[in-house]
C-alpha cells in the first residue's frame, strides 16, 4: 500500500508489511522491519486499549487501523490490505488466524506471493503447541537457561531478551525477508514458523558446538564464557558496583595481570580449568580494591578487554553511546536507535506510537473508500476511529 505512510531512506523501503497487533515478539518484529524503512500496517482490536509505554515503542513506524474482524466488512478491508502487502506477522496460538479467516491458506488465495510470518513460543506444531506460556518457560526447554547464572545462584532469568526477541521476533523479522526474497524470485508464497524455543537453540549454536567437542565440560558457572574462568567474567568492586573483564587472547590477558598487578608466574595456566576457581578468587579480591569508576578511569579503551556494568540511565550517558547516538528520546520516552547502521540508506526511527486505530482513516482513504464510506464503517463499529 505504498504511499499510506511516510516512506524512510532505510533499505527496506520497498516493502509493505501487514501486522496483526500482539504483544512482545511480532510488534518488536514489526518495529525492526519500520525502522529499516517498510511500510508496516498494524491491524488493533476495535477495542484496543492505549498502548503500554514498551509498546508505544515497539510500535512505531507504523500506521495503525482498529478493526472489529468479527464482522465481515472488517474482514473485507483486512483482505484487501492482505492483497497488497509483501508480508504478514501474527503472533496469535496456532489456529487463531484459521478461526478468523486470515489464516495461510485463505491470504495466499487472495496473495499467491505473500510471505506469511507466525510466532509463537512453542512452534506451529507438536505436543506444546497449544500450551500457553512466556519466554522464560520457551528458554528453559532448551537447555540455555539452565546454563545461565552461577555455581551458586541456580538459571537466572536473562529478562525477556532471549526468547521473546533475539529468539523470536529477530528470527521472525529475518524469516519474513528471506521468505519475500524467495517470493520475488518464484512468485511463491510461504509460511515462516518462528518458534522461540528453535529461535533460542540456535542463538546457542556455539556452545552446542562447543559442548560437543568437549569445550564445554563443566556445569553451569564453571566454564570458558559463562563466569567460570577467572579471565572472563563479572566482578564485584570496592563500592559494590561491578565490571567485566573479558582477557581471553593471550596480549590480553597479559594486559589483564599486568592491570591487576598480578604475578604472571602465577597466573601461567590460564587454560587450566582446574586452577579457575582458585585463580578467580584471586582476580577478584584484586578487583575489590577500587571502585568500579576507577578502574574504568585505568582501563576503559586498554587491551584489558574491560567495561563498566552499567546501569540503563548510566548507558544513556556513557561517552561512547553519546558519541554513537546510541539513544534516543521522544514524547517523554527513551529507547535505542534502530540497528543495524547503513552507510547508503540510514534508517530513522519514527516517534512512539500514538493510540490503536490513530491512522484508521488514512488507511481507508488510501483503500480508495470514500469519506461517506468510512464515516459508514465506523457508525456500524467495523472501524474504530480516534482522530
Partial sequence: MKGSAPQGSGPLSSLTVLELAGIGPAPYAGMLLADLGAEV???????????????????RGRRSIALDLKQPAALDIARQ??????????????????????????????????AYGRVTGWGQEGPLAQAPGHDLNYVALTGVLNAIGTRSSGPVAPLNLLGDFAGGGLFLALGLLAAIIEARVSGRGQVV???????????????????????????????????????????????GKWITLGSIEPPFYAALLQALELDPARFAGQMDARQWPALRAEVAEAVRRRTRDEWAARLEGSDVCFAPVLDFDEARQHPHNLARGAFLEQDG??????????????ATAAA?????????????????????RIDELAAAGVVRLTS
Fill in 333 to 346: 520516552l527513551a529507547y535505542p536507535a534502530p540497528a543495524p547502521r547503513f552507510s547508503l540508506t540510514p
Fill in 81 to 114: 490490505l492482505v492483497s497488497r502487502s509483501d508480508g504478514l506477522i501474527e503472533g496469535f496460538r496456532p489456529g487463531v488466524m484459521e478461526r478468523l479467516g486470515l489464516g495461510p491458506e485463505a491470504c495466499h488465495a487472495i496473495n499467491p506471493r505473500l
Fill in 41 to 59: 500496517i498494524r491491524v488493533d482490536r476495535h477495542d484496543a486499549q492505549p498502548l503500554d509505554p514498551g509498546h508505544r515503542v515497539l510500535g
Fill in 352 to 372: 512512539p506510537a500514538r493510540h490503536p486505530g490513530a491512522e484508521g482513516r488514512e488507511v481507508l482513504t488510501h483503500l480508495g473508500l470514500t469519506p461517506e
Fill in 193 to 239: 514458523d518462528a518458534a522461540m524455543v528453535d529461535g533460542a537453540s540456535s542463538l546457542a549454536s556455539l556452545i552446542w558446538g562447543m559442548r560437543s567437542g568437549g569445550w564445554w565440560p563443566g556445569e553451569r558457572g564453571e566454564n570458558l564464557l559463562d563466569g567460570g574462568a577467572h579471565f572472563y567474567g563479572v566482578f564485584a568492586c570496592a563500592d
